[in-house]
C-alpha cells in the first residue's frame, strides 16, 4: 500500500511541474517572474559578464555621536542657527538648555529650517517631560513635519490611547504606526525618517510621496505612500511643490517636548 502511494504522489507532483498541451506550468512561471525588463538577450555564461565596477559608493563615516560625515547638521546643542520663526522670520525662540538640548517655548510658535529639502534621511531624537500633566492630545504633542506638510507625529502615548491615526509615530490622519515603540516618559526617542519627495508635472502629481519611520530602531511606517497635505480637518490633498523646510511643532498646550541631534542627509 506504501509503494503504491509513493507512486501516486510522484506522478501528481510530475504532473504538477510539466508542460501539458501548451499550458503554463509551475516552471514557466517561475522563469517569468525571475525575469525581469532589465535582463533581456542572450544570457551571460561566465561571472565576470555580470560584475561592474561603476559607480563606485562614497565612503561615509560616523562621529562619536552617531553623525554620519556627509549630513547636514541642524541641530547639535550649540545654537539654533538653522531654525527660525515661520510666522515673521525672526530668529528661533525655543529654549537652548545647558546640557545641549532645545525644548519648545510654550506659545512661542513653530520653529522651521532656514534650508529646503527634497527626497532624504532625518535623523532626530525627542522626549516627553517627566511630570504628567494633560492626557489624549494635550501630553507632549509636537511633530515633525517634511516639507512643512507632512507630519510624523510626536506624543507621550504611555498609558494615554488617543486615536491610532494621531498616536506617537503616525504619519499624521493617515497612517497608523505597525508598532507602538515609545521609550518610557521622560527618556529619549530617536526617529530615523527615509522620504521620498513627490513630483509633480505643473499642477498634476505623477509620483506620491513616500515615508519610512523607525521609532528607537523599530520598523512603524514602512515605505508608506503619503495621500496629500496634513490635515486636521477634510481629506488629505496633494498641492503642487518642490523642495521645502522641515518644521518642528509648538503644540500651544504646554507640551514641554526636547529636542536634540537633528541632521539630514539628502538623497
Not at 506504501?2 to 499550458?23: A, M, P, Q, R, Y
Not at 508608506?224 to 509648538?250: R, S, V
Amino acid at each position: 500500500m506504501k509503494k503504491c502511494f509513493l507512486i501516486v504522489l510522484l506522478l501528481f507532483v510530475f504532473s504538477c511541474n510539466t508542460k501539458v498541451d501548451g499550458e503554463i506550468t509551475k516552471e514557466t512561471v517561475l522563469e517569468e517572474e525571475t525575469t525581469t525588463s532589465k535582463y533581456q538577450g542572450e544570457e551571460p555564461t561566465t561571472p565576470e559578464a555580470t560584475e561592474v565596477y561603476e559607480p563606485v559608493p562614497p565612503k561615509v563615516t560616523q562621529d562619536i555621536n552617531g553623525v554620519p560625515s556627509d549630513a547636514i547638521v541642524l541641530f547639535d546643542g550649540t545654537n539654533l542657527d538653522e531654525w527660525m520663526n515661520p510666522a515673521d522670520s525672526t530668529a528661533a525662540q525655543w529654549h537652548l538648555n545647558g546640557d545641549r538640548t532645545m525644548t519648545v517655548k510654550d506659545k512661542s510658535g513653530n520653529i522651521r529650517t532656514k534650508r529646503s529639502f527634497g527626497s532624504m534621511q532625518l535623523h532626530l531624537e525627542w522626549k516627553s517631560p517627566v511630570a504628567i500633566l494633560n492626557e489624549g492630545q494635550a501630553r507632549a504633542n509636537s511633530g515633525v513635519f517634511i516639507q512643512e506638510r507632512y507630519e510624523v507625529q510626536i506624543l507621550d502615548n504611555n498609558n494615554n490611547p488617543t486615536y491610532t491615526n494621531g498616536q506617537v509615530g503616525a504619519l499624521y490622519k493617515q497612517g497608523v504606526p505597525l508598532a507602538m515603540a515609545s521609550a518610557p516618559t521622560g527618556e529619549w526617542n530617536s526617529y530615523d525618517i527615509i522620504f521620498h519627495a513627490p513630483e509633480f508635472d505643473g499642477e498634476n502629481l505623477t509620483k506620491p510621496a513616500y515615508v519610512t519611520v523607525l521609532h528607537n530602531g523599530v520598523l512603524i511606517q514602512d515605505h508608506f505612500e503619503i495621500e496629500g497635505t496634513i490635515k486636521y480637518i477634510g481629506w488629505p490633498k496633494y498641492e503642487a511643490h518642490g523642495k521645502a523646510p522641515i518644521i518642528l511643532q509648538d503644540h500651544q498646550d504646554n507640551s514641554r517636548v526636547s529636542y536634540r541631534n537633528i541632521w539630514v542627509r539628502e538623497l
